[in-house]
């Protein structure tokens, strides 16, 4: 006669610590890392056709690649142009500083959510082994920053990457710049990440976005 | 923006681009006669179209009296030399077409495609448009906004930075400031 009721104590435990621990997590994202000076970071970079590949690029650019490293650059399966525009930023690096400096790079593609034009319902059924596979390559890389931009690709990362938050597998910091095409509404993964709380930090370029969406942060035009 | 010139030596170019879209209602309206006069008029001597994943197919036309040549092709693996060699340019409303052309100070008309679904894009090119960085139209609205236009009205786009990003991005994790 124990057994059931054992259970649900069990189950009602496990709940809540779930729950506690989603709190913490939330609660602490979004703040900044105040320790020392921290050693170089692991870095996964979501890239997307069209202009997202050119904005992330563009960011990439000035970033201190030496505290970024190693870098993953993740691209859609149906993408074949954004990881080669990815190979020429890496070479020139290497070329100019070298590889001990700026760290290796890694090129990986992944299975899309969903296409442009393809229609929800069928989406769902694409997302879930989109999911399955983010999974396999988050559980390969766990990097400790993913930078984003908006393709529907980052999605999974993202969620994932929210999922190893909450079971202490791997805090990875997630940084969403909303695209500069986006001028009066979010796109849905923005929205996503931005409802959910589930990035550290999300930055949108024109200041019609930054009344519409006070928590986010506006930057201006970065391109 | 340079004056108009009707010295018959100097070659003055219409780039048209669509990226990596379909759009053919752009080059369609690109290859229409009254466009090309229209061009003409304004002292343009070559079209140049690139078609990109589009089923029209323009008509190449050496250079005859009174109107534009005209060529194109459907893709190149780095558009920046026909951007940098354009006079005008007129393109799909991607924000890398858009953002490159800007980056070159070159006079741009913006066409939105009426025909995508989730048109987003419209958002970036008419908030431009209204900031006075470029034309924005519709393809059944081209010909009348080369007409009407006036390259010398546009504001040159002061490029953006992303570095105050990359270094809040920094701080943030606890790196030391520069």
């Known amino acids: 006669m124990d057994f059931p009721i054992v259970f649900l104590l069990l189950v009602v435990g496990i709940i809540t610590l779930i729950t506690v621990r989603v709190i913490y997590v939330l609660y602490h994202s979004r703040k900044p890392l105040y320790t020392r000076s921290p050693g170089p970071l692991s870095t996964l970079i979501v890239l997307g056709s069209g202009g997202h590949t050119a904005e992330m690029l563009n960011l990439l650019a000035v970033l201190q690649k030496e505290r970024f490293k190693p870098r993953y650059y993740v691209a859609a399966a149906t993408d074949n142009m954004s990881l080669q525009k990815a190979r020429v930023l890496e070479d020139s690096l290497v070329d100019e500083a070298g590889v001990e400096e700026v760290g290796p790079a890694h090129f990986m593609q992944i299975y899309r959510s969903r296409e442009v034009g393809q229609s929800y319902i069928t989406s769902i059924g694409t997302t879930l082994i989109a999911i399955a596979h983010a999974l396999w390559l988050m559980v390969k890389i766990r990097p400790q920053v993913i930078l984003c931009n908006g393709p529907g690709t980052c999605i999974p990362l993202c969620a994932i990457a929210f999922l190893f938050k909450v079971l202490g597998i791997r805090w990875s910091f997630i940084f969403y710049v909303e695209s500069i095409a986006r001028v009066r509404k979010l796109s849905l993964s923005g929205l996503l990440l931005y409802k959910l709380h589930m990035a550290d930090q999300l930055f949108v370029q024109w200041p019609q976005l930054k009344m519409k969406y006070p928590r986010a942060n506006y930057v201006g035009c970065l391109m | ?178």
């Open chain 2, 1 to 178: 923006m340079s004056e108009v010139d009707h010295s018959m030596n100097s070659k003055r170019l219409v780039f048209v681009t669509v990226g990596t879209t379909c759009f053919d209602s752009l080059v369609r309206a690109v290859d229409t006669q009254e466009v090309k006069e229209a061009l003409f008029r304004k002292g343009y001597t070559h079209l140049l179209i690139q078609m990109g994943r589009g089923s029209y197919i323009p008509t190449k036309s050496a250079r005859e009296e009174g109107s534009v040549d005209v060529d194109y092709f459907t893709f190149s693996s780095s558009i920046a030399e026909y951007l940098k060699s354009a006079s005008l340019v007129i393109s799909h409303a991607g924000s890398g077409s858009i953002f490159e052309t800007l980056q070159l100070k070159k006079p741009l008309i913006v066409v939105v495609n009426e025909d995508l679904m989730d048109n987003h894009q419209s958002e970036l090119a008419e908030e431009l448009a209204e900031r006075k960085h470029l034309f924005c139209a519709r393809p059944q609205t081209l010909y009348q906004t080369i007409s009407e236009m006036d390259p010398e009205s546009l504001t040159v786009y002061q490029p953006g930075d992303a570095t105050p990003v990359a270094k809040f991005i920094s701080r943030f994790l606890g790196f030391a400031d520069d």
